[in-house]
Nanobody
Framework: QVQLVESGGGSVQAGGSLRLSCAAS????????MAWFRQSPGKEREGVAA???????SYAESVKGRFTISRVNAGTPLYLQMNSLKPEDTAMYYC???????????????????WGQGTQVTVSA
C-alpha cells in the first residue's frame, strides 16, 4: 500500500527557514514524479515545487529562489528546503507522487495519484 508521510512543519518568524521531509513506502519511488503542494484556509491547493525522476524541477513563481526541492538518489525521502519564509507561505503542505507526469503539468494537483496527510507551516510577521 502506497503511503506518504510528511514531517518538518512548524512555526517560524518571517525570514526564517524550515525543511520539510516526505517519507514514502509501497512502491519504487525512484521512477516517480513527486511534488509539494500547499493549501491555506479559503484558498485552492497550489503546486509549490515538483521533481521528476530525471531530476528536472518546477517551481511556483512565488517561491523561486527561496525554496528548493530535492530527493536522495532519485528516491525518498523527498525534501523541501524553505528559506526566507514569508507570512504568505503559511499553509498546510502536502507531499504528492505519481508514476509519470509531463514536465509541463508537474504543478497541477489533478495529475497526482498519491497524497500525504500534510504538515502545517506557520510563518509569523
Amino acid at each position: 500500500q502506497v503511503q506518504l508521510v510528511e514531517s518538518g512543519g512548524g512555526s517560524v518568524q518571517a525570514g526564517g527557514s524550515l525543511r520539510l521531509s516526505c517519507a514514502a513506502s509501497g512502491y519504487t519511488f525512484s521512477t516517480y514524479s513527486m511534488a509539494w503542494f500547499r493549501q491555506s484556509p479559503g484558498k485552492e491547493r497550489e503546486g509549490v515545487a515538483a521533481i521528476r525522476s530525471d531530476g528536472s524541477t518546477s517551481y511556483a513563481e512565488s517561491v523561486k529562489g527561496r525554496f528548493t526541492i530535492s530527493r536522495v538518489n532519485a528516491g525518498t525521502p523527498l525534501y523541501l528546503q524553505m528559506n526566507s519564509l514569508k507570512p504568505e507561505d503559511t499553509a498546510m503542505y502536502y507531499c504528492a507522487a505519481d508514476p509519470w507526469i509531463a514536465r509541463s503539468l508537474l504543478l497541477q494537483q489533478r495529475q497526482y495519484k498519491f497524497w500525504g496527510q500534510g504538515t502545517q507551516v506557520t510563518v509569523s510577521a
